[in-house]
Antibody, heavy 118, light 105 residues
């Protein structure tokens, strides 16, 4: 059974930094691309970033490009999201998502809440 | 980015009703279209992938159709547990989601 457990969400001030982690189990982590998807309170789903199975390629939404970095450690079955220069509109539940096959069809984690406020 | 437009944004229906939600892509996405169900405080759950393939263990009252730019999610006989928000998502390129449809019983 696929299990994705996010951690690291807290209350952070504008301009601050935060690193989210996602511990994966129940599948061969190194064989799947992974993404982060977020959901602001009361709003819809927004894709944030994707990393290839090997970690060699990454892709970002314009809203986070240059501020967020997605990475992975296949030896630890863990996905990361480094978030810098945080803004109030980054406030959201951040979901870790496993890609099925070569498509962006997702299996989802439980989510972790990031709140950016002074 | 490929824009995904869902309609309606919300609907109210009765138990046993047939419910249809539509999703339109800003350009052709072949059949690279997924549908998710999300209940309050929970992660999204995959219902339909590749336009019309039913995810394992999902009730057969859910079905998907369409290709190109126009897609439909149908609930054949609405049940109380179907109260949720439904999202379409294109997987043709960098993923984008529709705005969601809130279904109330």
């Amino acid at each position: 059974e696929v299990q994705l457990l996010e951690s690291g969400g807290i209350l952070e001030q504008p301009g601050g930094s935060l690193r989210l982690s996602c511990a994966a189990s129940g599948f061969t982590f190194s064989s799947h691309a992974m993404s982060w998807v977020r959901q602001a309170p009361g709003k819809g789903l927004e894709w944030v970033a994707t990393i290839a199975d090997s970690g060699s390629r990454t892709n970002y939404a314009d809203a986070v490009k240059g501020r967020f970095t997605i990475s992975r450690d296949n030896s630890k079955n863990t996905l990361y999201l480094q978030m810098n220069s945080l803004r109030a509109d980054d406030t959201a539940v951040y979901y870790c998502a496993k890609h099925r096959g070569s498509s962006s069809t997702f299996d989802w984690g439980l989510g972790t809440l990031v709140t950016v406020s002074s | 980015d490929i824009q995904m437009t869902q309609s309606p944004s919300s609907l109210s229906a009765s138990v046993g009703d047939r419910v249809t939600i539509t999703c339109r892509a800003g350009q052709s996405i072949s059949r690279y279209l997924n549908w998710y169900q999300q209940k309050p405080g929970r992660a999204p759950k995959l219902l339909i992938y590749a336009g019309s393939s039913l995810e394992s263990a999902v009730s057969s009252r859910f079905s998907g159709s369409g290709s190109g730019t126009d897609f439909t999610l149908t609930i054949s006989s609405l049940q109380p547990e179907d109260s949720a928000t439904y999202y379409c998502q294109q997987s043709y390129s960098s993923p984008t989601f529709g705005g969601g449809t809130k279904v109330e019983i």
